[in-house]
């Protein structure tokens, strides 16, 4: 059995606010920090004499991600957030046809693909639920990319990865992974995934800053990225400036120069935690705190928006109709509850290191229509 409490003990947030904003942005753990702030520590007093160390902390952090989500080493690159991501992503699939996605999506799923000059087709959701028989009424000759989130940033409905992976056809799957990765299992091979890409500072717990992308080795056969730098060869301390031999992997598609370490290290820490408490484990959690949510928020006769016809479309996000978006979310700041504003109402999000008295503290926020007085909060 995990001892939660001790888990909500290892960030420092959950001891000055209700934090239900992952989402957005998650807090960090101890160890993330650490692990971030020992390499500024290192460049400080020493300079530059960890050189080699640092590389060879980036190569394990791969491999750590690499087993997260069930790849190999070389299909792994290291990144800086999202889009850095799928930018790499758009370069390997140049030519590989017209793109799906859907009304719900993030833009970064979508307007690379048209800076490229591509056509992509927004999928009409039903009910904020994107159907599998409405992408694969999408699917004709011309198309052959699908490019979608794995839980949607605006009303929390999660995708049935492994079904659309056995029915893409010669589609390319390409996933956005921000919503979910670090709170939901991601199995690219069992999901046939062929890219996939997610920022470090949401679920992974790790900071702005940080991120990965995932590029199957299929992919980088064919593929050729649009930008280089001096570490993307094969030997870059040889210093040649009359040819070009690319490394084969996708780290030559995003990390460009000298790396960001402490990015890469605070997203190698925070793997560390979900490794350790295991990754059903952290869905299972953030789950049954999104239940009792909602059981929560039906109860006090507030409207849920977010999809829950079908258990399985269920994330740990959360869309909540209220009047006044914006003064409800400062409101609810004033009492030390920190959640998103979004256009019709609130986005909650509950995540490992929530707890149930965080939910209790935004219902009571909730029922209050006024600031608190002064002196509640410290």
Not at 216 to 235: C, H, K, M, N, T
Not at 329 to 340: H, P, S
Request: with cysteine; net charge negative.
């Amino acid at each position: 059995m995990t001892d939660w409490d001790e888990i909500r003990q290892r960030f420092p947030v959950t001891e000055n606010v209700a934090y239900l904003n992952a989402a957005a942005a998650g807090p960090l753990p101890r160890a993330t920090a650490a692990a971030a702030t020992g390499y500024y520590e290192q460049m400080k007093n020493d300079a530059d004499t960890h050189w080699d160390e640092w590389l060879a902390r980036r190569e394990q952090v791969r491999k750590q991600i690499a087993i997260f989500i069930n790849a190999e080493p070389d299909e792994i690159g290291l990144t800086t957030n999202t889009s850095s991501g799928m930018n790499a992503i758009v370069d390997a699939l140049e030519g590989a046809g017209e793109v799906i996605s859907c009304d719900l999506e993030f833009p970064v799923s979508t307007i690379p693909w048209m800076h490229r000059g591509l056509s992509v087709e927004l999928v009409k959701t039903v009910g904020g639920e994107l159907r599998l028989d409405d992408v694969r009424a999408a699917m004709n000759d011309r198309t052959g990319i699908i490019s979608l989130s794995h839980v949607q940033f605006s009303n929390g409905f999660r995708l049935d990865l492994e079904e659309l992976g056995n029915h893409k056809t010669n589609h390319a799957l390409v996933i956005n992974a921000s919503q979910s990765a670090g709170v939901f299992g991601i199995d690219v091979k069992r999901m046939k995934i062929d890219a996939l890409c997610a920022t470090g500072h949401k679920w992974m717990l790790s900071g702005y800053g940080s991120g990965f992308v995932f590029i199957s080795r299929e992919l980088q056969d064919r593929a050729r990225p649009r930008a280089i730098g001096w570490l993307s060869v094969d030997d870059p301390y040889a210093m040649r400036n009359s040819e070009i031999h690319l490394r084969a992997d996708a780290a030559a598609r995003v990390e460009l120069g000298c790396p960001h370490f402490a990015g890469m290290f605070a997203l190698g820490a925070s793997v560390d935690l979900f490794l350790e408490l295991g990754i059903t484990n952290i869905t299972q959690r953030a789950l049954a705190l999104n239940r009792f949510l909602t059981e929560r928020i039906a109860a006090s006769g507030s409207q849920i928006l977010s999809p829950l016809r079908e258990e399985h479309f269920r994330s740990a996000e959360t869309l909540i109709a209220v009047e006044d978006p914006p003064g409800t979310v400062a409101r609810l700041a004033e009492r030390g509850v920190i959640v998103t504003e979004k256009p019709q109402g609130i986005r909650v999000a509950t995540d490992f290191f929530n707890s149930e008295e965080d939910i209790d503290r935004l219902i009571e926020g909730l029922s209050q229509k006024h600031p608190p007085t002064a002196g509640v909060l410290t």
